[in-house]
């Protein structure tokens, strides 16, 4: 696989959705197309934190989320927290659906039929209800920060930094941290985002390439050529079409 640009190198895009036929992409700023990336459009409708910044999409059942953090000043200091917002019905507005969350910066969500996971700073919580109420869901894991979730079924990964991969085969009721990559070393680079796709999972890499399993990464191997920036943020994949996003790069397909 060759990898075609759909521009957007401007921006820092930290996650990609495909939503329907509409794509997203956020980061300092949420966009969308209709037509495969050619023209994007602001989409940020209904958020309210002051300097916000969006790290997560996720589709889950019939909905869009998209999380990430804000910066608010009290007149004396700053104060940091973090959101959860669901698209409207008719696509037009985001509407905060983050109660039990506590603020807690969210930096990456993944979806299983209709329970959404979020990764935070405080470890991963879940929805059953359209985000309308969250619980914890991190029993077992040794790191808070959650970089990057992916979710097929009841098997959920969770990237953790430095304590490797966070593995749970029960929904995300226990964890357990493993090293599921084979033959891939870990000391020549380092995993930065993960994604499933039915059941395909797709990993990006510090080194610009994307791995791929289809044996919940018992095996991999490289997908396509190597990317022309070294660090990928996002993945999101819909049937044969994957989408990628990289630090100061744009997106990519």
Same mark, same amino acid.
């Given at each position: 696989?060759? =990898?075609?640009?759909?521009?957007?190198?401007?921006?820092?895009? *930290?996650? &990609?959705?495909?939503?329907?036929?509409?794509?997203?992409?956020?980061?300092? +700023? &949420?966009?969308?197309?209709?037509?495969?990336?050619?023209?994007?459009?602001?989409?940020?409708?209904?958020?309210?934190?002051?300097?916000?910044?969006?790290?997560?999409?996720?589709?889950?059942? @019939?909905?869009?989320?998209?999380?990430?953090?804000?910066?608010? #000043?009290?007149?004396?200091? #700053?104060?940091?927290?973090? =959101?959860?917002?669901?698209? $409207?019905?008719?696509?037009?507005? =985001?509407? +905060?659906?983050?109660?039990?969350?506590?603020?807690?910066?969210?930096?990456?969500?993944?979806?299983?039929?209709?329970?959404?996971?979020?990764? !935070?700073?405080?470890?991963?919580?879940?929805?059953?209800?359209? /985000?309308?109420?969250?619980?914890?869901?991190?029993?077992?894991?040794? +790191?808070?920060?959650?970089?990057?979730?992916?979710?097929?079924? !009841?098997?959920?990964?969770?990237?953790?930094?430095?304590?490797?991969?966070?593995?749970?085969?029960?929904?995300?009721?226990?964890?357990?941290?493993?090293?599921?990559?084979?033959?891939? $070393?870990?000391?020549?680079?380092?995993?930065?985002?993960?994604?499933?796709?039915? !059941? *395909?999972? #797709?990993?990006?890499?510090?080194?610009?390439?994307?791995?791929?399993?289809?044996?919940? /990464?018992?095996?991999?191997?490289?997908?396509?050529?190597?990317?022309?920036? @070294?660090?990928? +943020?996002?993945?999101?994949?819909?049937? $044969?079409?994957? #989408?990628? @996003? *990289?630090?100061?790069?744009?997106?990519?397909?």
């Amino acid at each position: 696989k060759s =990898w075609s640009s759909l521009g957007l190198s401007s921006y820092p895009i *930290m996650s &990609i959705a495909r939503f329907g036929t509409t794509l997203y992409v956020a980061g300092s +700023e &949420i966009l969308k197309s209709t037509d495969n990336g050619t023209t994007w459009t602001l989409a940020q409708t209904g958020i309210t934190y002051p300097d916000w910044y969006a790290y997560a999409l996720q589709v889950s059942g @019939s909905h869009l989320f998209v999380g990430g953090s804000y910066d608010t #000043y009290n007149g004396s200091y #700053y104060v940091s927290g973090g =959101w959860v917002y669901r698209l $409207s019905d008719d696509g037009t507005t =985001w509407v +905060e659906a983050d109660s039990g969350i506590n603020k807690a910066t969210v930096l990456s969500l993944a979806g299983a039929g209709t329970t959404i996971f979020a990764g !935070s700073a405080s470890g991963i919580f879940s929805s059953t209800n359209a /985000g309308a109420l969250w619980t914890a869901a991190s029993m077992g894991m040794t +790191e808070s920060n959650v970089n990057s979730l992916a979710a097929n079924g !009841s098997m959920l990964y969770g990237l953790t930094g430095t304590s490797g991969v966070a593995v749970s085969s029960d929904g995300g009721t226990s964890w357990s941290v493993s090293y599921p990559f084979g033959a891939f $070393s870990l000391s020549t680079f380092y995993l930065t985002t993960i994604a499933f796709d039915g !059941s *395909m999972l #797709y990993a990006g890499t510090s080194a610009g390439r994307i791995l791929k399993s289809t044996d919940n /990464g018992a095996t991999w191997s490289l997908l396509g050529s190597r990317l022309p920036r @070294s660090y990928v +943020e996002a993945i999101a994949a819909s049937g $044969s079409t994957i #989408y990628v @996003s *990289m630090a100061a790069a744009g997106v990519f397909t």
